[in-house]
């Protein structure tokens, strides 16, 4: 392209400091370096973890930054090494790499890579320099992504090349929320054909788990939030009941033990309180029962679990797509885990990211499942904060924000 080898100059979303709003900016995009590849972003998700960044609470964070990590664009050029794609081809971008090379990327059992945030940051590329600048100052990466410019450059291995069929507008979600709500169902609770489950929190991650547990044969799905409005869209993916605790004088845990006789096989946690992971583990049948973590603790939070919650048999996970915010911490007492209960985390719903993005979208473009029923808002970029209101209020699923 004729772009290729020069510095280009394009629009992106600033965060200046925490606390403020966006800001749509000017900004100079650097051409890729060794193993790195620069893209023009087409169409963007906002994702909540976004959210965090523009408060400030998202862990080791460093500002001026450009936010985004939910991208899907077309590959404008390659820097030197780089195999896996070619100018022209269609992408998409996500936030846990996978190098290919460290024991993690080598084990078949492990989606972890050494090159993830929780190990190495990512607010400069992997050299420790920056390849964005605005006014003339360097401008911060985020989680080596930063889709929220329409160029962007990016390590090889946090981007896979997708059919060339793919809606980029559509597909986008597959970087992040759908991935890890679907992949907790799929992947981590491994929800057998016939069990019946219970769903806490009907935002894009929770909807996701809903389309998990119907897509792996669950007979029985019950949908729970305390926004009703929320209700029609979790019974179009697949809820087969919706219920609101407020309209109940007991603990939810105990009108869902009312509702399946002995609890459900499997519950999910996608809201991310100490309350409701309790409300969610105690839900679960007392011998086999399974609850699932997919929420993010506020920082600073700790869950005290009741050891005779787990005695009898019931497990818990965690599957997250980030990470916990800065000082979270989950307080385990040894006597919970001496009749061999696990309790396991995953990422990003237990997908090795690269490997699987291009099966996730091959399996989207056979109506395998429907992710687009997550897209409640289509908005132009220069619209961003936005989307960021809408998701706030409450009042959007998944905003999509097109350049």
Known sequence: MATSGKVIRCRAAVAWAAGKSLSVEEIEVAPPKAREVRVKIVATGICRTDDHVLDGTFPDLQFPVIPGHEGAGIVESIGEGVTSVKPGDKVILFPLPQCGECSFCLNPDSNYCLKTHLTEPQNLMPDKTTRFTCKGKQIQHFLWNSTFAEYTVVPEYTLAKIDAAAPLDKVCLLACGFPTGYGAAVNTAKVKPGSTC??????????????????????????????????????????????????????????????????????????????????????????????????????????????????????????????????????????????????????????????????????????????????????????????????RAGKSIRTVMLF
């Open 198 to 391: 219970a769903v806490f929190g009907l935002g894009g991650v929770g909807l996701s788990v809903v389309m998990g547990c119907k897509a792996a044969g669950a007979s029985r799905i019950i949908a729970i939030d305390i926004n009703k409005d929320k209700f029609a869209k979790a019974k179009e993916m697949g809820a087969t009941e919706c219920i609101n605790p407020q309209d109940f004088k007991k603990p939810i845990q105990q009108v869902l033990t009312e509702m399946t006789g002995h609890g459900v096989d499997y519950s999910f946690e996608a809201i991310g309180t100490a309350d409701t992971l309790i409300a969610a583990l105690a839900s679960c049948n007392m011998n086999t029962g399974v609850c699932v973590m997919v929420g993010e603790p506020p920082a600073g939070s700790t869950v005290p679990i009741d050891p005779f919650l787990l005695l009898s048999g019931r497990t818990c996970k965690g599957t997250v797509v980030g990470v916990l915010p800065a000082g979270s911490t989950v307080p385990i007492d040894p006597f919970l885990l001496l009749s061999g209960r696990t309790c396991k985390g995953t990422l990003a719903g237990g997908w090795k990211m690269r490997d699987s993005i291009p099966k996730l979208v091959a399996s989207y473009l056979e109506k395998k499942f429907n992710s687009d029923l997550l897209i409640t808002h289509t908005l132009p970029f220069a619209k961003i904060n936005e989307g960021f209101e809408l998701l």
